[in-house]
């Protein structure tokens, strides 16, 4: 199955039904009173974590989501039906971010975790609920409000205990194959591993733990060289880095520096990477020119406080020896999947988040725009063809106090104001 691990993908709850204006006709009850009824709430777009999924694949062509609107409301107060939500299942550490932004909007860690990415619009009232003491016969109803609309960028951040990192061709595939059911790519050639394998290493009956094989990482990579940030990504969840290194220097590369050189990759692409808990294996000591370079590795880990093995993958050489330390690390130091925080110049947005301040501002052609959540929602919900329910809007821009903001912005006589969708021409 091929591995797509970011996609782009846009998403538009429904619109909520129209509330119905009508009046109770019925024999021997000339003039009844106001029944319409109100519309029905559009549906949301949610995602939900399904176990069963694990990459974004789905999301290759199918790119647009687009929720259900609600039914308009009848006569005899009649409620329109509300619609079912649009639900979308992802693979379980799926990270929202809003695509205009970068803002997270949401980090999705758990089986069954879900989150209203776009809120289906609500459902206009019908005239029956504008009835009071003083208008015992209101003619006008709202329209559904409009069903919110984003575009998304899903990136997938593998949920994995322990990661491997390291050069490519040291033999990141061949451990995980040797260790568990999971079967990559295995070839004497660079970045034969093109995409994140995940395996599950087996200690006994009841204990277990995943381990992801990331693609091999290069100078560079933290700028995006190779494909260093597509898998520099699946870094960040693991809990335990196991650090594979060439003990052989068959590239002729040297495995100290091949060592500094990935963790500064490491350290540049998040500082967390680096404080890290790494264990520094040292691979395919099966091969003569292995035994030069140990000595020097052993020291590089005392040096830099972490454990060391030395294996050969191909042979198991010490592969259980490795495997049994790492379950009993992960039994001592394993935790809840840290979930993802925003860097200083990424702000985690709070979907629930609405503010009530008016702000206004101009465009390009000095015309005023508006900008204000609730009062947004309010024209796209006002029928402006109905007179009661222009007056009722004229009612609410005197009580949000509009004219006087606007004249402190300089807003002359014939002048356009934008609100939402909605245009005006401003008149004294």
Same mark, same amino acid.
């Given at each position: 199955?091929?591995?797509?691990?970011?996609?782009?993908?846009?998403?538009?709850?429904?619109?909520?039904?129209?509330?119905?204006?009508?009046?109770?006709?019925?024999?021997?009850?000339?003039?009844?009173?106001?029944?319409?009824?109100?519309?029905?709430?559009?549906?949301?777009?949610?995602?939900?974590?399904?176990?069963?999924?694990?990459?974004?694949? =789905?999301?290759?062509?199918?790119?647009?989501?687009?929720?259900?609107?609600?039914?308009?409301?009848? #006569?005899? =107060?009649?409620?329109?039906?509300?619609?079912?939500?649009?639900?979308?299942?992802?693979?379980?550490?799926?990270?929202?971010?809003?695509?205009?932004?970068?803002?997270?909007?949401?980090?999705?860690?758990? /089986?069954?975790?879900?989150?209203?990415?776009?809120?289906?619009?609500?459902?206009?009232?019908?005239?029956?609920?504008?009835?009071?003491?003083?208008?015992?016969?209101?003619?006008?109803?709202?329209?559904?409000?409009?069903?919110?609309?984003?575009?998304?960028?899903?990136?997938?951040?593998?949920?994995?205990?322990?990661?491997?990192?390291?050069?490519?061709?040291?033999?990141?595939?061949?451990?995980?194959?040797?260790?568990?059911?999971?079967?990559?790519?295995?070839?004497?050639?660079?970045?034969? #591993?093109?995409?994140?394998?995940?395996?599950?290493?087996?200690?006994?009956?009841?204990?277990?733990?995943?381990?992801?094989?990331?693609?091999?990482?290069?100078?560079?990579?933290?700028?995006?060289?190779?494909?260093?940030?597509?898998?520099?990504?699946?870094?960040?969840? #693991?809990?335990?880095?196991?650090?594979?290194?060439?003990?052989?220097?068959?590239?002729?590369?040297?495995?100290?520096?091949?060592?500094?050189?990935?963790?500064? /990759?490491?350290?540049?692409?998040?500082?967390?990477?680096?404080?890290?808990?790494?264990?520094?294996?040292?691979?395919?000591?099966?091969?003569?020119?292995?035994?030069?370079?140990?000595?020097?590795? /052993?020291?590089?880990?005392?040096?830099?406080?972490?454990?060391?093995?030395?294996?050969?993958?191909?042979?198991?050489?010490?592969?259980?020896?490795?495997?049994?330390?790492?379950?009993?690390?992960?039994?001592?130091?394993?935790?809840?999947?840290?979930?993802?925080?925003?860097?200083?110049?990424?702000?985690?947005?709070?979907?629930?988040?609405?503010?009530?301040?008016?702000?206004?501002?101009?465009?390009?052609?000095?015309?005023?725009?508006?900008?204000?959540?609730?009062?947004?929602?309010?024209?796209?919900?006002?029928?402006?063809?109905?007179?009661?329910?222009?007056?009722?809007?004229?009612?609410?821009?005197?009580?949000?106090?509009?004219?006087?903001?606007?004249?402190?912005?300089?807003?002359?006589?014939?002048?356009?104001?934008?609100?939402?969708?909605?245009?005006?021409?401003?008149? /004294?």
């Amino acid at each position: 199955m091929q591995f797509i691990d970011k996609s782009k993908i846009v998403v538009r709850a429904g619109d909520g039904g129209n509330g119905k204006s009508s009046f109770r006709r019925e024999k021997f009850v000339p003039k009844g009173g106001p029944d319409g009824g109100d519309g029905g709430k559009g549906g949301d777009v949610v995602l939900l974590v399904d176990e069963n999924i694990n990459t974004l694949l =789905n999301f290759r062509y199918n790119k647009k989501f687009v929720g259900k609107n609600g039914e308009n409301g009848e #006569t005899k =107060n009649q409620y329109g039906r509300c619609a079912e939500d649009c639900i979308i299942k992802v693979p379980r550490g799926t990270v929202v971010k809003d695509a205009s932004t970068g803002e997270i909007l949401a980090d999705l860690t758990q /089986e069954g975790q879900r989150v209203v990415v776009a809120k289906g619009g609500r459902g206009g009232r019908g005239n029956a609920k504008f009835k009071t003491s003083s208008r015992r016969a209101p003619t006008f109803a709202e329209l559904g409000e409009p069903g919110e609309s984003r575009e998304l960028i899903l990136e997938l951040k593998l949920l994995a205990d322990v990661g491997l990192v390291g050069y490519p061709s040291v033999g990141k595939s061949s451990l995980i194959a040797s260790v568990s059911e999971a079967r990559p790519e295995i070839a004497d050639y660079h970045f034969t #591993t093109l995409i994140p394998v995940l395996g599950v290493v087996r200690l006994d009956y009841e204990k277990n733990f995943v381990m992801a094989d990331i693609p091999g990482l290069i100078e560079g990579a933290a700028e995006g060289v190779g494909l260093g940030h597509d898998f520099l990504r699946h870094v960040e969840r #693991t809990k335990l880095i196991l650090h594979i290194v060439d003990a052989a220097a068959v590239e002729g590369r040297n495995p100290v520096e091949d060592f500094r050189k990935i963790n500064f /990759e490491l350290k540049k692409y998040n500082e967390k990477l680096a404080g890290r808990t790494q264990i520094l294996v040292a691979n395919k000591i099966d091969l003569p020119s292995a035994q030069e370079h140990l000595a020097e590795l /052993e020291k590089l880990a005392r040096d830099e406080g972490i454990k060391f093995f030395a294996i050969s993958a191909v042979t198991r050489e010490n592969v259980k020896d490795l495997i049994n330390y790492v379950g009993e690390w992960l039994d001592k130091h394993g935790q809840e999947v840290e979930p993802i925080t925003a860097d200083d110049d990424v702000k985690v947005f709070n979907l629930d988040n609405e503010s009530d301040e008016v702000i206004i501002t101009r465009n390009d052609a000095a015309e005023f725009i508006v900008r204000n959540k609730n009062l947004e929602k309010i024209v796209a919900m006002t029928n402006f063809d109905n007179p009661e329910g222009l007056r009722r809007f004229q009612f609410i821009w005197r009580m949000k106090n509009l004219d006087a903001k606007l004249k402190e912005r300089g807003i002359k006589e014939g002048m356009t104001v934008h609100i939402g969708k909605m245009q005006f021409e401003w008149r /004294e």
